[in-house]
């Protein structure tokens, strides 16, 4: 998607949204784009904090997470207690049935094992194709990243342009450190998944993703056997991913 980038929209936005908290910027986003934003949650610490925003405020933000189909059932346990807890509605993208049949013939259950090309391959398929369509039609997107995750998304900035999807990304907790949103998470009672207690600071795919040392790199328990990647799957590249080209860009979730 190559759409101009909107630098003057984005400038402005970025400056209305620099001094507000994120749950008044997040219910201005959706005043001046009715039905047209839109939260990405994989439950996890971040992102509770973000739909507790969302539910306690009663925006009218959509809400949806990309269910890949190799999740930990710790994280379908938070999915659930999320659902009781604020009684909100989450829509659920699942990867095309036929794309991930014929992975599994040709390559079988475990052939992001084997190189990056396969990794890539699969969270296209399971990730990236999906996110297209539950951004469709969006405008604003939400999500949970914090600068302090990753060298990649230290670049990031607070309000920004996605060409990949051709929309604005607004990044409420970039400056946020993990120790503030814990403090958040608690002050609220906000449900989160229990594998943030059991050295899982970062929560993907249960194939992808092990616990890491205290005080270690908090994305190096993803893709652990990759050496020298960017521990990115391509939901925020700054590029279009395609299956036979996944993204490589170091924005590059
Ligand atoms: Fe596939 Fe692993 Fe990517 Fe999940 S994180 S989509 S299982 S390669």
Known sequence: MNLPVPHAQLAALAERVAHLAPAQALALLAAEYPGQVAMSTSFGLEDQLLTYWVAEGGLPIRVFTLDTGRLFEATYKTWSATLDHYGIAIEAYHPQPTAVEALLAAKGPHSFYASIENRKECCYIRKV?????????TAVWVTGIRAEQSPNRADMALVEWDPAHGLIKYNPLLHYSETEVWAQVRAHTIPYNVLHDRGFPSIGCEPCT???APGADPRSGRW??????NRECGLHSSTPATETEPATHPHAR
Do not use: I
Not at 224 to 229: G, L, Q
């Open 224 to 229: 652990w056997w990759e050496a020298n990647t």
């Open 129 to 137: 194709e999906p996110l297209a369509r539950a951004l469709a039609g």
């Open 210 to 212: 092990r616990a890491v």
